[in-house]
Nanobody
Framework: QVQLVESGGGLVQAGGSLRLSCAASISIFRMVWYRQAPGKQRELVATTTRGGSTNYADSVKGRFTISRDNAKNTVYLQMNSLKPDDTAVYYC?????????????WGQGTQVTVSS
């Protein structure tokens, strides 16, 4: 069983920054950040492969950066210029598929709250 442990959420003012981390118990091909705000559908935020390719939701392009440290089996999400609309529970997920929306494992989620 793959374990994903997230950290780094919190409360920040609009315009501020946060960095989320997600450590996996094994090396895994694809790691993904999702988020879900109250009353809204889950949204794929960003994804990266072990080879370093990345994809982003249009809503975060230019503000968020996903990166990974393969030696540590850890993925990061650097979030800059945060907006109140970014408030959500952020989930780390991981899988083996070339389809970046197919994942097999989930973290417990970390709350990000952006105040106006």
């Amino acid at each position: 069983q793959v374990q994903l442990v997230e950290s780094g959420g919190g409360l920040v003012q609009a315009g501020g920054s946060l960095r989320l981390s997600c450590a996996a118990s094994i090396s895994i091909f694809r790691m993904v950040w999702y988020r879900q705000a109250p009353g809204k559908q889950r949204e794929l935020v960003a994804t990266t492969t072990r080879g370093g390719s990345t994809n982003y939701a249009d809503s975060v392009k230019g503000r968020f950066t996903i990166s990974r440290d393969n030696a540590k089996n850890t993925v990061y999400l650097q979030m800059n210029s945060l907006k109140p609309d970014d408030t959500a529970v952020y989930y780390c997920a991981a899988g083996f598929s070339s389809n970046y929306d197919i994942v097999s494992y989930w973290g417990q989620g970390t709350q990000v709250t952006v105040s106006s």
